[in-house]
């Protein structure tokens, strides 16, 4: 059974960081493309960051580059998403997913979602 398991959101001022976590369990990590999306309150899910299984090349929604970071452990069969400079507008649920297809902006590629962490940013 496939587990994905978020951790680190939390509530925030606006300019503050956090890194979000992500335990993946009975799969091989290390052969999943793996990403973090979101959703805010009444809004649809939205790409956030991917990060490819082989070379973990980065990808970014253009709401998070350049204040963001995707890594994985994959030793530790962990991603992580570190989140600098934090404004109000990133206040939603995270989520961590694995990829079962390779268009990583796509929601229907993505195999596996973990259950969401609350990050609210305040102003």
């Known amino acids: 059974q496939v587990q994905l398991v978020e951790s680190g959101g939390g509530l925030v001022q606006a300019g503050d960081s956090l890194r979000l976590a992500c335990v993946a369990s009975?799969?091989?990590?290390?052969?999943?493309?793996m990403g973090w999306w979101r959703q805010a309150a009444d809004k649809e899910r939205e790409f956030v960051a991917a990060?490819?299984?082989?070379?973990?090349?980065?990808y970014y929604s253009d709401s998070v580059r350049g204040r963001s970071t995707i890594s994985r452990d994959n030793a530790k069969n962990t991603l992580y998403l570190q989140m600098n400079n934090l404004i109000p507008e990133d206040t939603a649920v995270y989520f961590c997913?694995?990829?079962?297809?390779?268009?990583?902006?796509?929601?229907?590629?993505?195999?596996?979602w973990g259950q969401g962490t609350q990050v609210t940013v305040s102003s």
């Open positions: 997913a694995a990829y079962s297809g390779s268009y990583y902006y796509s929601l229907e590629q993505v195999g596996h």
């Open positions: 009975g799969l091989s990590f290390n052969t999943y493309a």
């Open positions: 990060i490819s299984r082989i070379n973990h090349t980065p």
